[in-house]
């Protein structure tokens, strides 16, 4: 183990950076605020999820389920939820959509942010 070493940010590429934010400050309740000149937010223990706008790139959106010669997802996080369905709902009113392909049973719903990136929301 590298000595000191802990998580900094988690980078996001995408197209539209505040959208996401906007998005995922709404769903976490995390702290919305600029670093590096990018959109971020950060959660009270530190945590930051940084949002690159593809600036200098043609952004594509992933794939989910991911397709041979397709955009495959660049991240994937899984939030554990007391309440999955309100879970669900929630995140469809801040603009996430439920993936079409479902896998996780009454345990996880695999939803996507409005940049296309899949997400988890699981039952704890």
Known sequence: MIAGVCLGNVAVDCRDARKLQDFYAGLLGWEKLEMYGC???RSRSGVVFLFLPADDFDYARPVWPEEPGKQQKQMHFDFQ???LPSAVGQAEALGAARAESQYGGGRWVTM?????????LCAK
């Open 39 to 41: 959109p971020a937010v």
């Open 81 to 83: 939820v007391d309440d």
């Open 112 to 120: 996507l942010d409005p940049e296309g990136h899949p997400f988890c």
